[in-house]
RNA sequence: GCUGAGGUGGUGGAGUGGACAAUCACAACAGACUGUAAAUCUGUCGUCCGAAAGGGCUACGUAGGUUCGAAUCCUACCCUCAGCA
């Protein structure tokens, strides 16, 4: 069986099917971040009931805790945070490369330190030294057991000199070269095979996206990732940085966004150039914070980003965030309420929230999945983003 | 009524002669949130003018006093809390 069914395209957007040893994927589709094995405040049930097809876990984070053995045991990240459906793990490449919060952006890249071999860096929970090499990355994502892993590669950072980008741009593709070779010995005993998918970098330059994308081709990795931090900064940059590459992607392989940020206005861009399938943290992540996203029935929009500061409803505002939205929060509670518990710092807020925003993200999806197959993806588009 | 403690910005609470428009926290308001070290982070927060630098005005219970200078010291008054009656 092939990973990916190609079922219609409208442009260069497709709609699809990814198959899985835990099920399929109906793309395009959102995939839920799940980094350490808990897609924040929800239950995989509630994963479930707001549309949810798959669920991405880290693995930086499991590796260094509950770590490598304890997975093991419950042979996969999955059956360790009870979630049936198919799985994604990011190699760790991401956060080996950024291990920082903004603020703190200089004093920590410092702490990693990059080798020909792999990543040497330090825990962000006891300090610890620990060395990440492409082929470790593949050992641990084979523990870790997602349907679908990705290559270990260094992101570039656009702060970096050209040299320094050159630099990782070139060792990424040794790096995913060794990645795919350890992946190939692994896959030998596995009885659930996983598709290993290649990263694209290059950003948004037409001749490092297209050698890097040829890269991935050549060595046949069953799927392809498109990485850098040009993929989900802006609508406009994403999909300046797609536009590199959109006419040689292959239909028979799923195409994954990683770390496709923001709301629906990336989505379509990033869609109509081909992307199957995306993670996203900010969905659930505003959520925690009160930003809910709104149906352009509801009066999302480019104007407001499609999205609502919980803090500015009225504390006696009866109405759900949605009033065409089906999902549990708003099928139950009002504005109003879930105000109040933002307002408390009750956690059920940052819960319903995230409920919603998943399910907003889901039902937009599937939308969009109607759309292509009924050739009314720029209808929707056009109808999602006008001004 | 007596004894003790105390009255500071939206709130709690620092400050006890000059560096105070007043530490800090919370609230409020504004903003950010990419392969999640985020239920997080950033900014504003007496008032008026100014883009800013900066400047004016009003403020630490009330009234008065001492002092070059008072949220800080003194006097009187008002009020609050605790204990005793």
């Avoid at 009750?346 to 050739?375: D, F, K």
């Amino acid at each position: 069986m092939n990973l990916f069914t190609l079922k219609h395209q409208e442009g260069f957007a497709r709609a699809g099917i990814i198959h899985t040893p835990h099920g399929e994927i109906q793309t395009p589709a959102f995939i839920p971040v799940g980094t350490q094995a808990t897609v924040k405040t929800v239950t995989p049930q509630e994963l479930l009931d707001t549309g949810s097809q798959a669920v991405l876990a880290n693995t930086y984070h499991l590796y260094l805790s509950p770590g490598v053995e304890t997975i093991r045991e419950y042979h996969g990240f999955a059956p360790f945070m009870k979630w049936d459906g198919p799985t994604f793990t990011d190699s760790g490449g991401y956060q080996v490369a950024f291990l920082w919060t903004p603020k703190e952006a200089k004093e920590r890249s410092s702490q990693v330190t990059i080798t020909e071999e792999g990543a040497v860096f330090r825990s962000h929970i006891d300090g610890s030294k620990h060395l990440l090499t492409p082929e470790k990355s593949m050992e641990i994502q084979d523990v870790l057991s997602a349907d679908i892993i990705m290559a270990f590669d260094q992101p570039l950072s656009q702060l970096s000199t050209r040299e320094k980008q050159k630099d990782a741009f070139e060792r990424t593709m040794r790096w995913e070269t060794r990645s795919h070779a350890r992946w190939t010995e692994l896959q030998k005993t596995r009885e659930h095979k996983q598709a290993l998918y290649g990263v694209v970098q290059g950003e948004t330059d037409p001749i490092l996206r297209r050698a890097s994308l040829d890269f991935v081709l050549r060595l046949d990795f069953p799927g392809i990732a498109i990485g850098g931090s040009t993929i989900g900064s802006d609508p406009q940059i994403t999909a300046d940085a797609l536009d590199t590459i959109v006419e040689s992607l292959p239909s028979g392989k799923p195409v994954h966004a990683l770390g496709l940020g923001g709301g629906p206005e990336g989505i379509f861009e990033a869609v109509k150039r081909g992307v199957d399938t995306f993670d996203n943290t900010s969905v659930t992540r505003m959520a925690r914070t009160g930003l809910l996203f709104l149906f352009p029935e509801d009066g999302g929009g480019i104007h407001n980003k499609f999205r609502s500061d919980v803090h500015k409803f009225s504390p006696t505002d009866m109405a759900p965030i949605s009033s065409v939205c089906t999902c549990m929060t708003c099928k139950t509670f009002s504005r109003g309420y879930i105000r109040h518990l933002f307002v408390n710092n009750e956690l059920l807020g940052g819960r319903l929230a995230s409920i919603h925003n998943i399910h907003y993200m889901n039902t937009l999806m599937e939308a969009i999945r109607t759309a292509i197959l009924q050739e009314k993806f720029t209808h929707l588009y056009d109808n999602w983003l006008k001004k």
